[in-house]
């Protein structure tokens, strides 16, 4: 059974009634005490959030639908000759909780082709913005005018009924999936390649990754493979995190998914969040002009503490939430292992894998020394011929898009309300707590 839109239809009545009788037979049950600390903190830990599409273990890393990375990597469906998952096969996994058949993901390549087409106004404004715009401002405003398409705008304008919202959120969500690998690829030619460029069609025979990449001008079907895999794992990490939550936090209020998705990009192109995969490959080559690519430990060592002491972060190592090496790190580095084991870039991602956990421990106050997703995913995009930094994190956007907008058709489909927490000042807090 292909028709997506059919089966979510049956699931979602039945999951809103199934939310409905839990809250009223436990909407008073207490799920944690908030401490002063965490509301300082950056909510941290709070568990204050309902999140469907995945779930995120401290200990394990991410599960989506209840399926680590390597279940995925070993249940999802395959491109022909192909090992890696294709991310249509998860993002079918995260919307419909079930893991697809190779039907069900061709369908969906298929579905996403028909509607890759960008509006001409778009493709306009595109073309005319300057060069130096960062890719990841690129990306957040070509979406954000997308939003004149939104079918989801246009029915709520006309009075649809609240019930069927998540119907034309759906088309909407297809839509722009669809459309972002030609808006990245755009970006990419825009920013880094000739005029002429860009002008590659989208292959309906093709997968989503792959046309992603011949668009770009890259035709390496091992590079295709690196694609599949590195937007299937970005696809998602619970509902918390900056990008993801934006996204949440704006779709409540019934901005349309291009709006809420562009807001949710503008969270992602932050240095401590999906920025860092570009700010760990600028790391790493001024560690090589400065050491050469084969440095022994001290040497690495000492430049790690410099770092430390200039005051800034060692990108690519901490997380909010995990207390272990990223599982995304860990396939990622399989891959390289796999593909590219005497590249010397990725021997020095593992020498500094070895020195940062040890010394980032010794700092005594970092939650988490391993290093997270972004670690990794410079070297292996480098390795290919992808050296522009500055459009990783575009990447990562095209690929969080899956979770977080399989995640905004059932927030509609369930009926989530606008979200408001609550806020208090210092002041009120000392009250609150009997201090001045
Ligand atoms: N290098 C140096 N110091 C670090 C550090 C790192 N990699 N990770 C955390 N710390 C420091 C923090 O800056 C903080 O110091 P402060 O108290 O002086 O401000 C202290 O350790 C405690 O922080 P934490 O509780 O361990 O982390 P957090 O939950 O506040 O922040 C994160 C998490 C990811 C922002 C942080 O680890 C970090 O800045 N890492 C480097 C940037 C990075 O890799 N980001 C990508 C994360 C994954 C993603 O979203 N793509």
């Known amino acids: ?21 839990f809250r009223k037979e436990h909407g008073k049950a207490k799920i944690m005490a908030v401490e002063l600390g965490q509301m300082y903190n950056g909510m941290r830990g709070i568990r204050s959030m309902v999140y469907e599409t995945s779930l995120l273990d401290p ?33 079918w996994l995260m919307l419909t909780g079930d893991v697809p058949t190779q039907e069900q993901v061709n369908w969906l390549s298929k579905e996403w082709a028909k509607r890759a087409k960008l509006p001409s106004h778009v493709v306009k404004s595109m ?54 690998p030609v808006i990245a690829a755009k970006i990419y030619n825009h920013s880094f390649r000739s005029e002429e460029c860009g002008c590659v069609e989208i292959d309906p025979s093709k997968d989503w990754s792959y046309n992603l990449m011949t668009m770009m001008g890259y035709s ?16 998602d990490h619970e509902g918390g995190n900056a990008s993801a939550h934006t996204i949440h936090l704006v779709g409540s209020t019934l901005s349309d998914p291009f709006l809420a998705f562009a807001a949710g ?27 050469g690519d084969d440095p022994n430990e001290k040497r690495l060592k000492d430049f790690v503490w410099k770092t430390l002491k200039s005051g800034q972060v060692i990108p690519g190592y901490g997380h909010a939430v995990l207390r272990i090496t990223d599982p995304r790190y860990t396939c990622q580095r399989e891959f390289a292992e796999k593909h590219l084991p005497n ?55 095209v690929s969080r898009a899956m979770g977080t ?28 707590l009997g201090g001045k």
């Not at 295709?224 to 794992?233: D, N, S, V």
């Not at 969270?267 to 600028?282: I, K, T």
């Open 1 to 21: 059974n292909t028709d997506l839109k059919g089966i979510i239809a049956k699931k979602i009545p039945k999951h809103a009634e199934l939310v409905k009788k």
């Open 405 to 432: 907008l399989a995640q905004l058709v059932w927030s509609r489909g369930i009926g989530f309300p606008i979200e408001r927490p609550k806020s208090l000042t210092t002041e009120a807090l000392m009250k609150q």
């Open 220 to 235: 390496d079907p091992q590079f295709a493979e690196l694609m599949r895999l590195y937007l299937t794992i970005h696809c």
């Open 59 to 91: 200990n394990e890393g991410i599960r989506f639908r209840g399926l680590t990375i390597p279940d995925c990597q070993k249940q999802l469906p395959k491109a022909p000759g192909g090992k890696e998952p294709l991310p249509e096969g998860i993002f």
């Open 265 to 291: 990009m503008n969270a992602l192109a932050g240095p401590l969040h999906g920025l860092a995969n570009q700010e760990v490959l600028v790391w790493i080559n001024r560690l090589r002009e400065k050491l």
């Open 343 to 397: 590249d010397p870039v990725f021997k020095l991602v593992s020498a500094i894998y070895k020195v940062v956990p040890p010394i980032l421990k010794e700092l005594g106050k970092v939650a988490n020394p391993w290093p997270n997703v972004d670690a990794h995913s410079g070297v292996l995009l480098q390795y290919y011929g992808l050296t522009q930094m500055s459009y990783y994190t575009v990447l990562f956007g």
């Open 127 to 180: 073309d005319t913005m300057s060069k130096t715009v960062h890719p990841m401002a690129q990306l957040s405003a070509a979406v954000t005018i997308l939003s004149a398409e939104s079918k989801f705008q246009k029915a709520y304008s006309s009075g649809v009924k609240k019930a069927v919202y998540w119907e034309y959120v759906y088309e909407d969500c297809m839509d722009l999936l669809a459309k972002l």
